[in-house]
């Protein structure tokens, strides 16, 4: 991941549905301004990010600047420990996340 938006990911900047015609035209980059999709990792990562809800995207983003436990990705997110928890599990199953070690002292690690 390349950066983290300043609200983790809970609201986007372009419409998901003009990413792939800003992406292959130069001027309609400029126009947007440099790096506008940069932060979210690229264009591909940004499609992938529209498609999930925003705490979805706030947890992923929490996740990737260094929460490692839910209860620390709830305090990055405002999001309750059981949204938090999960969430966590939905974005394993998509493979975008992965549970390295569970254990009632100190949570997860990622």
Do not use: C
């Not at 999709?37 to 947890?59: F, H, L, N």
């Not at 939905?90 to 493979?95: I, P």
């Amino acid at each position: 991941m390349v950066g983290v938006p300043g609200d983790l990911g809970k609201s986007l900047t372009v419409d998901p549905k003009m990413v792939k015609e800003i992406a292959a035209s130069p001027q309609m980059r400029s126009e947007q301004g440099s790096g506008f999709m940069e932060q979210y990792g690229g264009p591909t990562q940004y499609v992938e990010m529209a498609g999930m809800s925003p705490e979805a995207r706030q947890v992923y983003y929490s996740v990737q600047a260094g929460a490692s436990t839910p209860e620390e990705v709830g305090v990055k997110t405002g999001l309750s420990l059981g949204v938090v928890n999960s969430t966590i599990a939905l974005l394993e199953r998509r493979g975008l996340i992965s549970r390295t070690t569970v254990t009632r002292e100190s949570g997860l690690e990622y």
